[in-house]
């Protein structure tokens, strides 16, 4: 059984940040860039909570809120303007640093107090009071425990929130990240009445056009080489261009790929500008692809990697089969 | 909060059930025809539980073990022989009726002592002993309480088959079936140290190539129509030729089309003879389909209905495109 440790910086506890929240007659709250659910349903639900408590709240992320997260609730009131006048208590949610709201601490004032509420284990500790734990699935884990312990009652419009938060972040309860506090805690949030239906259908069935698009160039150019254990497909420019597809859109296509029976090795090849090919690559069960993208200069995990290659697609494809059946190879003669 | 009730039959509790089952020496346990990770894993658990307390047992099931199944501990003893001689306790897992194991109570010993442990509400209680939980998602969640109700400690084999039966049935924790008690249950299995890249890998993984080229087929000829309203996806004879698919694989392929932003209705129509075409309609928040469905002589439940109609695809395809649009303008006047 996993030990949860809550990773404090040495000289405050949790106690003292509750404390801080406790006192603060205003507080203004942070997410993160590129804002996901469970950086936008933590920060909301920490709001919520604290105004419930009697605060005076705002919500800043540097982004818009994507439109699938506008149901949200409290998410129309997020800014993309910072708090003016800044009130004393800043409390940001899933940052590692202050560079993922796009701040630097001489935007702060000297008397203000930075909490940092986060679950990365690469959180750089950069607030007065620090409360990272790393074995939550989502800072929403985090969050709830947090307002758990203010001792403001769960209502369903956080609990919609959290749950979205959690639901995001433990890839719907399936990345090795979900534990059995995960479950825990979610049972508490459907407690309240969460509404399944809807909140899956506005995070997980609001595809746009493009992206299917993308997948079906994906799918048409899919091909299944060393002996069914590489899946490799390829995106061109044109593809991006005839599907209406920004490149980001093309992320989590790969695993169509990876999820066909025998394979162990998948592999999405996208031509993100001429002569640059940018490839993500995913394993299975025990191939290290991390190795391989760092033959390229690459890198990332066990399991998932990516490298960029500055050469035309058709040579890509040719060097990185290559790898990958070495590899392969290697792996299967130990 | 949602009350959960155990249907019992009018003569007896879940404790004579246990009782039953305490005092015998000597258990069958069966499992129903097209076996699923439910009726699987939630019958082997049940008989490695009563092994534990030093039964002797055996498992019947009408069709051989899934391939994508044969990683549940346990689940090469599944036979499909009934067993011989037949012991005097038999225990049905996950089956509304005897039809479901292809079994009729004349097959039956007239001293046995048939206990029928289930969760659909259809259950038609033809037990002598009944516990018919209607409000847990998977029949996983009735054998671990029955489990525990026995005294039997779970261990990490039988947490594997459980945690397998509740992410089969309640989606992946996604389908509205899934309850706060759901979550409590399968944190208590996660304590047991459950695998569940291996259980994910092995359940959501495992897709035959045949199906993204049928998905594919399919991709290809998407249309949006009404306004982006309706999806609708055809796949000809020549298409599950190519492919090397099988009818039953297209299943869930049209969840595709229902996914994209602004659609409330996807329709999926497979050529399966001559003219003959199956068509599968889902909708997403407010459009009753069954009663589209209904016109053409099919049915099934408001978002999620399917008809035959005998006639070649492409007026298939129209009549099917005109009630659509009839019933969203319709809907969107009212």
Same mark, same amino acid.
């Given at each position: 059984m996993?030990v949860?440790?809550n990773?404090m910086?040495?000289?405050n ?9 406790r ?5 203004a ?5 590129s804002p996901?659910?469970?950086?936008i349903?933590?920060?909301?639900a ?7 408590m ?7 992320n ?15 009131r ?9 009130? @004393?208590?800043?409390?940001f949610v899933d940052?590692?640093d202050? =560079? ?6 001489? $935007?702060?004032s000297?008397d203000?107090?930075v909490?940092?509420?986060?679950h990365?284990?690469?959180n750089?500790?950069f =607030? ?7 074995? #939550?699935? %989502?800072v929403g ?14 209502d369903l419009?956080?609990?919609t929130?959290l ?8 890839g719907?309860?399936?990345y090795s990240n979900?534990? #059995?506090?995960t479950h ?10 969460v509404?399944l239906?809807?909140i899956?259908?506005?995070i997980?069935?609001q595809?746009?056009?493009a992206?299917? @698009?993308?997948?079906?160039c ?6 299944i ?6 899946a490799i497909?390829?995106l061109?420019? $044109?593809d991006?261009?005839k599907?209406?597809? !920004? ?9 169509? %790929? ?10 999405? &090849?996208? !031509? ?6 940018k490839? =993500? ?5 025990w &191939?290290?692809v991390?190795?391989?993208a760092?033959?390229f ?5 066990q399991? %998932?990697a990516g ?6 697609m %058709? $040579?890509? @494809?040719?060097?990185?089969?290559t790898a990958?059946? !070495?590899a392969?190879r290697?792996g299967?003669?130990?």
């Amino acid at each position: 059984m996993k030990v949860r440790v809550n990773l404090m910086n040495h000289e405050n506890t949790p106690e003292e940040m509750i404390e801080v929240l406790r006192k603060a007659p205003r507080v203004a709250l942070f997410s993160h860039v590129s804002p996901d659910g469970d950086c936008i349903g933590s920060m909301l639900a920490m709001g919520l909570a604290l105004e419930k408590m009697g605060k005076e709240v705002s919500f800043y992320n540097p982004n818009p809120v994507p439109s699938y997260l506008s149901f949200l609730p409290g998410s129309s009131r997020i800014r993309q303007e910072l708090p003016s006048p800044q009130p @004393k208590i800043l409390l940001f949610v899933d940052c590692t640093d202050l =560079g993922r709201v796009n701040m630097s601490r001489s $935007e702060i004032s000297r008397d203000s107090i930075v909490l940092n509420l986060d679950h990365h284990i690469s959180n750089l500790f950069f =607030g007065d009071f620090n409360w990272v734990d790393a074995h #939550a699935s %989502a800072v929403g884990e985090v969050a709830l425990t947090l307002i758990n312990q203010l001792g403001v009652e769960i209502d369903l419009d956080m609990a919609t929130n959290l749950y979205t938060a959690i639901v995001t972040d433990s890839g719907c309860f399936e990345y090795s990240n979900t534990t #059995a506090q995960t479950h825990r805690l979610t049972a508490d949030l459907l407690d309240k009445g969460v509404d399944l239906s809807n909140i899956h259908h506005n995070i997980f069935d609001q595809k746009p056009l493009a992206r299917i @698009k993308l997948l079906q160039c994906a799918l048409n150019g899919l091909e299944i080489l060393a002996d069914g254990q590489l899946a490799i497909m390829t995106l061109s420019a $044109e593809d991006f261009r005839k599907s209406g597809a !920004e490149q980001d859109l093309s992320e989590g296509l790969v695993n169509h %790929a990876r999820s066909i029976v025998g394979v162990e090795v998948a592999v999405l &090849l996208k !031509e993100v500008g001429p002569q640059e090919i940018k490839g =993500g690559l995913r394993s299975n069960l025990w &191939l290290n692809v991390n190795e391989i993208a760092a033959q390229f200069g690459g890198g990332g995990h066990q399991r %998932a990697a990516g490298c960029t290659l500055r050469i035309p697609m %058709a $040579e890509a @494809k040719q060097i990185i089969t290559t790898a990958v059946e !070495e590899a392969l190879r290697i792996g299967r003669n130990h």
